[in-house]
């Protein structure tokens, strides 16, 4: 995990590079960054895949990164009509949460009550 750490900085680099573009309306440097800014967050997210809290956020940062780049490509060069095609994306990003904090964290905490309980009643005994 620790290697993935210096990704992550990269990644919040590259994501504000490409949002700055955008509100600077630095169209070609702002549609570059797309690509390295979506690259690093799938590659963060794939390193991170065993780990379910890792994963599920990683997947929701990837969703929210191309609904981010979906909004600002309708902005810059489609007269802002492509926001209903990022909604989608900000959607999907807020199920995976919705889904890891509904049923995933609390089956989690619930295991891991259950250890703790387990582990203290073999201590006692």
């Known amino acids: 995990m620790k290697s993935v750490r210096k990704f992550e900085n990269l990644?919040?680099?590259?994501?504000?590079?490409?949002d700055t573009c955008w509100v600077m309306e630095l169209k070609a440097l702002g549609m570059f960054m797309i690509l390295p800014t979506v690259a690093?967050?799938?590659?963060i997210t794939v390193k991170t895949r065993k780990v379910n809290t890792e994963l599920f956020h990683n997947l929701a940062v990837c969703c929210w990164i191309l609904a981010n780049s979906i909004w600002m490509?309708?902005?810059?060069?489609?007269?802002d009509?492509?926001?209903?095609?990022?909604?989608?994306?900000?959607?999907?990003?807020?199920?995976?949460m919705s889904y890891y904090y509904l049923f995933l964290q609390h089956k989690a905490l619930k295991l891991h009550a259950e250890k703790r309980l387990q582990n203290e009643e073999s201590v006692s005994v």
């Open 81 to 96: 009509t492509f926001r209903p095609y990022a909604t989608v994306f900000f959607i999907i990003g807020l199920l995976i």
């Open 73 to 79: 490509t309708g902005e810059f060069f489609f007269d």
């Open 11 to 18: 990644h919040i680099f590259l994501w504000l590079l490409k």
């Open 40 to 43: 690093v967050a799938v590659m």
